[in-house]
Nanobody
Framework: QVQLVESGGGLVQPGGSLRLSCTAS????????MGWYRQAPGKQRELVAA???????NYADSVKDRFTISRDNDKKTLYLQMNSLKPEDTAVYYC???????????WGQGTQVTVSS
């Protein structure tokens, strides 16, 4: 069983930066997909960025060139570096790990990011 704990959210002014972390407990040897999602009030959860086991990354158009997803397998931690933040980036951010023969998926509890002056 994998449990995910996120950290790093908070209040930041427009143009500022934050780094989110998602640390796993338990074995992640079967995990081949890691992603960050976000959900703003009244909106559906959407993919922000993802990284697969080979290292390929994928970003939502709205965050390209501003956000960077990375991972440290030794620390079992996924990161999301967010730069040039905008008010429309305000949301609860969730990390997601998935993989294995039965494609099990795991979610973190979410961390609030608020971009406001």
């Amino acid at each position: 069983q994998v449990q995910l704990v996120e950290s790093g959210g908070g209040l930041v002014q427009p143009g500022g930066s934050l780094r989110l972390s998602c640390t796993a407990s338990g074995s992640i040897s079967s995990i081949s997909y890691m992603g960050w999602y976000r959900q703003a009030p009244g909106k559906q959860r959407e993919l922000v960025a993802a990284i697969i086991s080979g290292g390929s990354t994928n970003y939502a158009d709205s965050v390209k060139d501003r956000f960077t997803i990375s991972r440290d397998n030794d620390k079992k931690t996924l990161y999301l570096q967010m730069n040039s933040l905008k008010p429309e980036d305000t949301a609860v951010y969730y990390c997601n790990f998935a993989g294995g023969i039965s494609w099990r998926t795991y979610w973190g509890q979410g961390t609030q990011v608020t971009v406001s002056s």
